[in-house]
T-cell receptor, first 112, second 111 residues
């Protein structure tokens, strides 16, 4: 099925560990986004990309890095995980950025 | 920057109507959206309204847009237990290409 796939679905990290979350889309969308969802905070944009090879900071970028080496993949990295990064992470893609977002099913990350 | 505000919690009896409200500050948004998130699930696009419309009806859903007051609402008629979820309003300000969400409104339907 066409859509956005996020891996892994669940992960527990120790403080200071690093990890990479992978987002893959097969719709040939130009725009890709990483959001985090926290209770009572809605979804906040971490980083986004407007095309292959581009990245830009969103609302809450600190502590995260991203890469978009291939158009279909958008990677979110945590270099040194902190408990404040415990959250549910959602990836999304869009063809034009102004309409038609498709979301992945989320990655639940716990940092202990 | 843009700021989307929502109230947090609504309890409604099955069969009644529920109304969720949202205010936003950026009047340049072309589309305004309502997303639904069921427990433990991802985000599902529920409906949207184009900024030149005042109202949109889609089966049990009615979206009202008051651009003057920057107010968006979602009415769910004949609320069912499957409507229990968190509802997010969202906007994409013109030229921004980034979807901005409200904090969400949890709706609990009581049988």
């Amino acid at each position: 099925n066409a859509g956005v796939t996020q891996t892994p679905k669940f992960r527990v990290l120790k403080t200071g560990q690093s990890m990479t979350l992978l987002c893959a889309q097969d719709m040939n969308h130009e725009y890709m986004y990483w959001y985090r969802q926290d209770p009572g905070m809605g979804l906040r944009l971490i980083h986004y990309s407007v095309g292959e090879g581009t990245t830009a900071k969103g609302e809450v970028p600190d502590g995260y890095n991203v890469s978009r080496l291939k158009k279909q993949n958008f990677l979110l990295g945590l270099e040194s995980a902190a408990p404040s990064q415990t959250s549910v992470y959602f990836c999304a893609s869009s063809d034009r950025g102004d309409y038609g977002y498709t979301f992945g099913s989320g990655t639940r990350l716990t940092v202990v | 920057g843009e700021d989307v505000e929502q109230s947090l919690f609504l309890s409604v009896r099955e069969g009644d109507s529920s109304v969720i409200n949202c205010t936003y500050t950026d009047s340049s948004s072309t589309y305004l959206y309502w997303y639904k998130q069921e427990p433990g699930a991802g985000l599902q696009l529920l409906t949207y309204i184009f900024s030149n419309m005042d109202m949109k009806q889609d089966q049990r859903l009615t979206v009202l847009l008051n651009k003057k007051d920057k107010h968006l609402s979602l009415r769910i008629a004949d609320t069912q237990t499957g409507d229990s979820a968190i509802y997010f309003c969202a906007e994409i300000p013109y030229g921004n290409n980034r979807l901005a969400f409200g904090k969400g409104n949890q709706v609990v339907v009581i049988p």
